[in-house]
T-cell receptor
Framework: DGGITQSPKYLFRKEGQNVTLSCEQN?????MYWYRQDPGQGLRLIYY???????QKGDIAEGYSVSREKKESFPLTVTSAQKNPTAFYLC??????????????FGAGSRLTVL | AQSVTQLGSHVSVSEGALVLLRCNYS??????LFWYVQYPNQGLQLLLK??????LVKGINGFEAEFKKSETSFHLTKPSAHMSDAAEYFC???????????FGGGTRLMVKP
C-alpha cells in the first residue's frame, strides 16, 4: 500500500546532539513537508520541497535543515541550534497541481524528546 | 495572509450527543477548506474537504461540514457522538490548489460514556 513512512517513532536526544528524522513516501508525490506539533499550537511548517533538489523555509526553520536528493525521501535534521526541539514531528506529501486539490497525506509522526 | 481559527481548544460531549466543532477562516477569495482528524500519537487523516462544489460536504465516519460564505465558517458536525470519535480535529485552509495549507490550533474532542 502507498503511504508515508516516518522513522524512528520515538527518539531521545541529549542536548547538543544533532538528530535526523527519516521520511519516505511511495505515493509518487512531488511535494513534501515537515511540520512541528506542540500541544495547543496546531501544526507549524518547518520546511517544504516542491521538487527534487529544491526546498524552502517554512515559518519556523531556524535550527533545522533538510535535503531532497530523491523524490521519495525528505529527511529532517534537528540541529543543536534548535533551542526547544522536544516535539512531535510530522511529515506530509501531496501531488502537485490542481488535481490533488491540496490534500496532504501524513506520516504517523516521530516524537523527539531532549533529555 | 490566510488564517483559520478554531473556537474551543477542548470540547466535551456525551456519547450519542451532537458534535459541533467550530472553524472560521479569513479570506477575500473562495478558499479550499479541510478537516483532519488525529488520533493519539498518529498522523493526521483527512475527514473531508470543500473545493467550491456543494456547500454541504460529507466525510468519513459520519461527519459533515457546511461552508457558509456569509459567516466565513466551515463548522464540523456529527449527529451522534461515538466513543471512537475522541481525537483532535484540525481545520485547514488554502486559497488555490498549489497554495500552502494553514492549520488552525486544533480542537480536542472528548466523548463521555
Amino acid at each position: 500500500d502507498g503511504g508515508i513512512t516516518q522513522s524512528p517513532k520515538y527518539l531521545f536526544r541529549k542536548e547538543g546532539q544533532n538528530v535526523t528524522l527519516s521520511c519516505e513516501q511511495n505515493l509518487n508525490h512531488d511535494a513534501m513537508y515537515w511540520y512541528r506539533q506542540d500541544p495547543g499550537q496546531g501544526l507549524r511548517l518547518i520546511y517544504y520541497s516542491q521538487i527534487v533538489n529544491d526546498f524552502q523555509k517554512g515559518d519556523i526553520a531556524e535550527g533545522y535543515s533538510v535535503s531532497r536528493e530523491k523524490k521519495e525521501s525528505f529527511p529532517l535534521t534537528v540541529t543543536s541550534a534548535q533551542k526547544n526541539p522536544t516535539a512531535f514531528y510530522l511529515c506530509a506529501s501531496k501531488t502537485s497541481g490542481a488535481s490533488g486539490a491540496n490534500v496532504l497525506t501524513f506520516g504517523a509522526g516521530s516524537r523527539l524528546t531532549v533529555l | 495572509a490566510q488564517s483559520v481559527t478554531q473556537l474551543g481548544s477542548h470540547v466535551s460531549v456525551s456519547e450519542g450527543a451532537l458534535v459541533l466543532l467550530r472553524c472560521n477562516y479569513s479570506s477575500s477569495v473562495p478558499p479550499y477548506l479541510f478537516w483532519y482528524v488525529q488520533y493519539p500519537n498518529q498522523g493526521l487523516q483527512l475527514l473531508l474537504k470543500y473545493t467550491s462544489a456543494a456547500t454541504l460536504v460529507k466525510g468519513i465516519n459520519g461527519f459533515e461540514a457546511e461552508f457558509k460564505k456569509s459567516e466565513t465558517s466551515f463548522h464540523l458536525t456529527k449527529p451522534s457522538a461515538h466513543m471512537s470519535d475522541a481525537a483532535e480535529y484540525f481545520c485547514a485552509v488554502s486559497y488555490n490548489a498549489g497554495n500552502m495549507l494553514t492549520f488552525g490550533g486544533g480542537t480536542r474532542l472528548m466523548v463521555k460514556p
